[in-house]
């Protein structure tokens, strides 16, 4: 038998169902590709919220700003093909905050690591210690595992199915 | 929470379908062709044989997971990490309401072992509880040839991310993980990895669809990325969750493709809340205040993301957290 699988994309994604004798805001559902549609390019929008963690959803599309973590994050590709770009932090550059990605003024001065280019399905680390850009030459969506930080974009009541409410 | 000391014992073998009966504490676990059957002072109970294998492997394997276990809605277990109940009736309105509800706590060292030992012995060649129904042999009928394979297998925990060096590896067809049938539609390439000069294994990146789409398990999250005490995991899921999950804790999932129905009820007493149907891109909460279980139609990709942090049970079960996660009033 052939198996056809189902994959999303920001031009193609059917949203699911969610049908509960219950608060539906308890549980925050949404769609990754809804929220990258809606959002600016590069806005780093929460879908997921553990305590201090997050998942960000992000529509990278041409050429973001610098980030930079105290901590790993990792990014999953899940629409287009994006390049990630990697700086060298001197110790002294690497951020001191809490926790989550911060935006940097400018590239910063340190040695140029390389470049990863990732598509669908493609997890890719964003180490402690570097510095990151996203460059996409058409409109692509990756989910962010990181912590809440400055960046973080949270517009709960507008990207979650509400109570009282069915998705389709 | 007195811990009974308890360890595993044979108490018997049936002749006719040579399988044994165990007891561990004042539990007992007997099996025919067709059915488990667990007795407790109180009262017992019998489940399918196939779902009863299907939710103890997997128990084992996750280590007791987070959270309660439930076998079905009256036999399961519960971790306390380090500690582990193994309830009967004591999330069931009626067994509770009858008397005959029951729960004992041991190590979970010594459940581990019960439970492997049980599983050894009703588990036959040609099944595994741990593949889709597609995928194996039946548990049913008369004790076979004992598997000699790992039960357990596949539950890989990586300590940073996947396919680093010196850390846990993303499955290769070389190492005997070809792509699963229900994936073969799907063109799996590589990230392009370019380093400059001195930076050499410093930048890293896997195809995580291709690592799923190679499991031979199904159920079985396993950890591909870890930012401090926040866990993503990785599973592709068939048929149905052999167990339904009360999580501790709020958790989250990603739906990667295709599709998953989620039954949701309350968790201490299982009365029905309804229904999520997750599709490819969804992304869902699943607060510490239910038990869910899910239906996989199509194998598909979830993605599960849990919060790590040691002790937090107790923070959500004192009541000092929200049993849902986000506030949206911020």
């Known amino acids: 038998m052939a198996y056809k699988t189902r994959v999303g994309s920001l031009d193609n994604y059917e949203k699911g169902v969610i049908e509960l004798d219950d608060d539906l805001r308890k549980y925050a559902f949404s769609n990754i590709f809804e929220v990258a549609g809606a959002a600016q390019p590069f806005e780093r929008v929460a879908v997921v919220q553990n305590l201090e963690y997050t998942a960000e959803v992000v529509r990278s599309e041409g050429e973001s700003g610098w980030y930079a973590a105290p901590h790993d994050e990792f990014a999953i590709v899940m629409d287009g093909e994006i390049t990630f770009h990697f700086v060298k932090l ?10 989550g990605a911060i935006k940097l003024g400018a590239k910063p001065n340190g040695p140029n690591m390389g470049r990863v280019t990732a598509r669908r399905g493609h997890q890719v680390l964003l180490p402690k210690g570097a510095a990151y850009q996203l460059v996409s030459g058409a409109p692509a969506v990756a989910v962010l595992q990181t912590v809440e930080g400055p960046e973080t974009v949270k517009r709960w009541s507008e990207i979650c199915v509400m109570g009282g409410e069915k998705v389709q | 929470m007195s811990v009974t000391e308890a360890k595993v014992e044979k108490i018997g073998t049936d002749e006719a379908t040579g399988y044994s009966s165990y007891r561990f504490g004042s539990f007992t676990f007997s099996r025919d062709e067709y059915f488990a059957h667990v007795a407790w002072p109180k009262g017992s109970h019998i489940i399918e044989v196939d779902r009863f294998l299907r939710a103890m492997v997997r128990d084992i394997g996750w280590g007791f997971f987070y959270g309660w276990i439930f076998f079905d809605d009256v ?4 971790n306390h990490y380090g500690t582990v109940d193994i309830f ?5 309105r009626g067994c509770k ?10 190590s979970a060292e010594a459940v581990s072992e019960a439970f492997e030992t049980i599983s050894k012995d009703w588990i036959s060649e040609g099944y595994d509880p741990l593949n889709a ?11 076979g040839k004992e598997r000699t394979d790992p039960l357990l297998r596949s539950f890989i925990a990586a300590d940073r991310m996947l396919g680093l060096p010196g850390d846990k590896s993303v499955r290769t067809e070389a190492d005997g993980f070809g792509i699963n049938r229900a994936f073969a539609d799907l063109e799996f390439d590589q990230p392009e990895i370019e380093c400059e000069p001195g930076f050499e294994g410093q930048l890293h990146a896997i195809n995580l669809f ?6 031979d398990i199904t159920w079985n999250p396993s950890i591909s990325a870890i930012t401090r005490a926040n866990i993503c995991c990785v599973t592709s899921e068939e048929h149905m969750l052999p ?23 309350d968790k201490n007493s299982g009365a029905p809340r309804g229904r999520i149907v997750m599709k490819a891109g969804d992304v869902c909460a699943m607060p510490a205040d239910i038990r869910h279980q899910g239906f996989a139609p199509k ?10 942090t040691p002790g937090l049970e107790q923070r959500y079960a004192s009541g000092e957290l929200k049993p849902y996660p986000v506030d949206f009033e911020s």
């Open chain 2, 299 to 308: 194998r598909s990709m979830l993605m599960v993301m849990e919060n790590g």
């Open chain 2, 75 to 78: 036999f399961g277990t519960t």
């Open chain 2, 88 to 92: 009967a009736g004591a999330y069931d």
């Open chain 2, 133 to 143: 129904p597609l995928e194996t042999g039946s548990p049913i009928g008369p004790k």
């Open chain 2, 210 to 215: 291709d690592h799923i789409a190679r499991s």
């Open chain 2, 97 to 106: 309401e009858a008397g005959i509800d029951f729960l004992e706590t041991y």
């Open chain 2, 243 to 265: 167990v339904i999950h009360g999580n501790d804790r709020n958790e989250w999932f990603i739906q990667l493709t295709d599709e998953i129905h989620w039954n949701i009820a």
């Open chain 1, 90 to 99: 001197e110790d002294g550059q690497v951020p001191s905050h809490d926790g």
